[in-house]
């Protein structure tokens, strides 16, 4: 009994000095604190807006979060990267910084040309130029947050940004004394954006970067281009990430009609809070993965993979089975009977978070291995897949519910495209790759089938005492094994 207590004790030690709880629990817990605020303040624009005022600020929104995707040029991995690996860490901080300020810049202009493109409502025209003055803080923000990451150093992210959530909600609760419109309500957000950058470069950036380093640090238009021709597979990922996305709201917009628009965002906002986990994690998972791949014994890279791989796996069964069981409680109390019906689409959406978790990790250890042509490769087919289904889909069925539908099977087809890849590098087997459909499959399957005959929440509580309970035992059996053989051979 001695030993078992000393053994749990030593591991629940050990995993609170680690530097992946260290850094992914700041992460978590101001991600927690973020979503609470950031949530409460999406439903404040909810019930206090007009459907149609409320679908156009999340059109605004959609378009400047497309930008901003690619104002970062996707570097944000690449930089991370390589300045783990790098002698001359001052210039290379300035040089990435001083490229991020150009290219906020750049796409700001990308973003008003799309204004006059895609919409000739001077309303909403308007909201998408405002909103897109936050590229160019967004870009400079990304650069600093980077930074930090590869310093493990994401505390002092966390805390800016619980910052910036506090002041969002605050401004969402001005309205309920004074309502103002939405075009007043971006001025405010542009001002807190701006305030949080100041933050960033007072705080968040360990006076690593200043006006006179990055004023005496050069970058010319060559610079640039070599950057961009260098690592224009980053570029790709980095965009096309937020395009299967981001897309659907502009498609949506255009086919479908405004409350559509609005039920597809509350959906993804949901999601959004969702993934959060794995993402945060992921921040801190991937140095970690660069680490262990530099070694010249690959073991532990390998160890350290499959075991996150399950905990990503678990978490996405999580997240899908409490939206199933509880989301046609929880969304009409949050945002009102006008979105009675969102359970079932928010349903439909997160079938992706099935998928999402371990693609992500898998994206990861590709670019961790320096594959990140391939991984661009996959995100462009997912791209192809997505866009394809859903406007294929939206002109025969005018339904949300292809939309969403169309986003799972891209993630589907993604994440089989990564297996197919790690399968030839023998970083997984046939059996594991199997394993993990067939028993996704007959989880979910079965919980859906379930849940028509037993009570949700007595349901979702057992499910996860079995699933934990059975996953332990597994690990158990898995440590216990080598032990048996390695007495046995001893004898």
Same mark, same amino acid.
């Not at 207590?5 to 992914?24: E, I, R």
């Given at each position: 009994?001695?030993?078992?207590?000393?053994?749990?004790?030593?591991?629940?030690?050990?995993?609170?000095?680690?530097?992946?709880?260290?850094?992914?629990?700041?992460?978590?817990?101001?991600?927690?604190?973020?979503?609470?605020?950031?949530?409460?303040?999406?439903?404040?624009?909810?019930?206090?807006?007009?459907?149609?005022?409320?679908?156009?600020?999340?059109?605004?929104?959609?378009?400047?979060?497309?930008?901003?995707?690619?104002?970062?040029?996707?570097?944000?991995?690449?930089?991370?990267?390589?300045?783990?690996?790098?002698?001359?860490?001052?210039?290379?901080?300035?040089?990435?910084?001083?490229?991020?300020?150009?290219?906020?810049?750049?796409?700001?202009?990308?973003?008003?040309?799309?204004?006059?493109?895609?919409?000739?409502?001077?309303?909403?025209?308007?909201?998408?130029?405002?909103?897109?003055?936050?590229?160019?803080?967004?870009?400079?923000?990304?650069?600093?947050?980077?930074?930090?990451?590869?310093?493990?150093?994401?505390?002092?992210?966390?805390?800016?940004?619980?910052?910036?959530?506090?002041?969002?909600?605050?401004?969402?609760?001005?309205?309920?004394?004074?309502?103002?419109?939405?075009?007043?309500?971006?001025?405010?957000?542009?001002?807190?954006?701006?305030?949080?950058?100041? $933050?960033?470069?007072?705080?968040?950036?360990?006076?690593?970067?200043?006006?006179?380093?990055?004023?005496?640090?050069?970058?010319?238009?060559?610079?640039?281009?070599?950057?961009?021709?260098?690592?224009?597979?980053?570029?790709?990922?980095?965009?096309?990430?937020?395009?299967?996305?981001?897309?659907?709201?502009?498609?949506?917009?255009?086919?479908?009609?405004?409350?559509?628009?609005?039920?597809?965002?509350?959906?993804?906002?949901?999601?959004?809070?969702?993934?959060?986990?794995?993402?945060?994690?992921?921040?801190?998972?991937?140095?970690?993965?660069?680490?262990?791949?530099?070694?010249?014994?690959?073991?532990?890279?390998?160890?350290?993979?499959?075991?996150?791989?399950?905990?990503?796996?678990?978490?996405?069964?999580?997240?899908?089975?409490?939206?199933?069981?509880?989301?046609?409680?929880?969304?009409?109390?949050?945002?009102?009977?006008?979105?009675?019906?969102?359970?079932?689409?928010?349903?439909?959406?997160?079938?992706?978070?099935?998928?999402?978790?371990?693609?992500?990790?898998?994206?990861?250890?590709?670019?961790?291995?320096?594959?990140?042509?391939?991984?661009?490769?996959?995100?462009?087919?997912?791209?192809?897949?997505?866009?394809?289904?859903?406007?294929?889909?939206?002109?025969?069925?005018?339904?949300?519910?292809?939309?969403?539908?169309?986003?799972?099977?891209?993630?589907?087809?993604?994440?089989?495209?990564?297996?197919?890849?790690?399968?030839?590098?023998?970083?997984?087997? $046939?059996?594991?790759?199997?394993?993990?459909?067939?028993?996704?499959?007959?989880?979910?399957?079965?919980?859906?089938?379930?849940?028509?005959?037993?009570?949700?929440?007595?349901?979702?509580?057992?499910?996860?005492?079995?699933?934990?309970?059975?996953?332990?035992?597994?690990?158990?059996?898995?440590?216990?094994?080598?032990?048996?053989?390695?007495?046995?051979?001893?004898?």
């Amino acid at each position: 009994m001695n030993i078992t207590y000393n053994s749990v004790k030593t591991k629940v030690s050990g995993l609170f000095q680690s530097s992946l709880f260290k850094n992914s629990s700041w992460g978590i817990i101001s991600q927690m604190s973020q979503t609470l605020f950031l949530s409460l303040f999406f439903v404040i624009l909810a019930r206090m807006y007009p459907t149609g005022i409320f679908a156009k600020y999340i059109v605004a929104n959609a378009i400047y979060q497309l930008v901003t995707a690619f104002s970062t040029m996707g570097l944000s991995q690449w930089f991370i990267r390589e300045y783990m690996h790098t002698e001359d860490k001052p210039k290379m901080i300035s040089k990435f910084i001083k490229m991020q300020i150009y290219f906020g810049l750049i796409f700001y202009a990308v973003n008003i040309c799309l204004a006059f493109l895609l919409y000739g409502d001077q309303f909403t025209r308007v909201l998408i130029i405002l909103m897109g003055v936050n590229v160019i803080f967004d870009n400079l923000i990304n650069g600093i947050k980077s930074l930090n990451i590869a310093n493990f150093e994401q505390k002092k992210t966390a805390i800016i940004l619980t910052i910036e959530s506090v002041l969002k909600f605050v401004a969402g609760c001005v309205l309920f004394i004074y309502p103002f419109s939405i075009i007043t309500l971006s001025v405010i957000l542009i001002a807190i954006r701006f305030l949080t950058l100041n $933050l960033f470069l007072v705080i968040g950036s360990s006076n690593m970067i200043t006006i006179k380093t990055l004023w005496g640090c050069s970058v010319s238009y060559f610079d640039l281009k070599a950057m961009v021709i260098m690592n224009w597979a980053f570029v790709i990922i980095g965009g096309v990430s937020i395009i299967n996305w981001r897309m659907s709201n502009i498609i949506i917009s255009k086919v479908l009609t405004a409350f559509d628009v609005a039920n597809y965002e509350i959906s993804f906002k949901i999601f959004s809070i969702a993934q959060i986990l794995p993402v945060v994690i992921s921040t801190s998972v991937f140095p970690l993965l660069v680490k262990h791949y530099s070694k010249h014994d690959k073991g532990d890279f390998f160890a350290f993979y499959k075991k996150m791989h399950v905990y990503y796996l678990l978490f996405g069964w999580l997240a899908y089975t409490f939206i199933y069981s509880f989301s046609n409680k929880l969304i009409p109390l949050a945002f009102g009977n006008a979105y009675l019906n969102n359970a079932e689409y928010t349903r439909q959406m997160f079938l992706t978070i099935l998928v999402f978790p371990t693609a992500l990790l898998q994206a990861n250890v590709l670019i961790a291995m320096k594959m990140e042509k391939q991984d661009m490769l996959f995100n462009i087919i997912a791209l192809v897949v997505n866009l394809s289904v859903c406007l294929l889909g939206v002109l025969y069925i005018k339904s949300l519910a292809v939309v969403n539908y169309s986003i799972f099977v891209s993630f589907l087809v993604f994440h089989i495209a990564q297996d197919i890849l790690l399968l030839s590098r023998k970083m997984t087997t $046939l059996l594991s790759v199997l394993k993990f459909y067939i028993i996704s499959a007959a989880f979910t399957g079965g919980y859906i089938l379930l849940s028509k005959a037993i009570n949700p929440y007595i349901l979702f509580t057992l499910t996860w005492i079995i699933t934990l309970a059975v996953t332990f035992a597994g690990n158990k059996l898995q440590y216990t094994k080598p032990a048996i053989l390695s007495k046995s051979m001893s004898r």
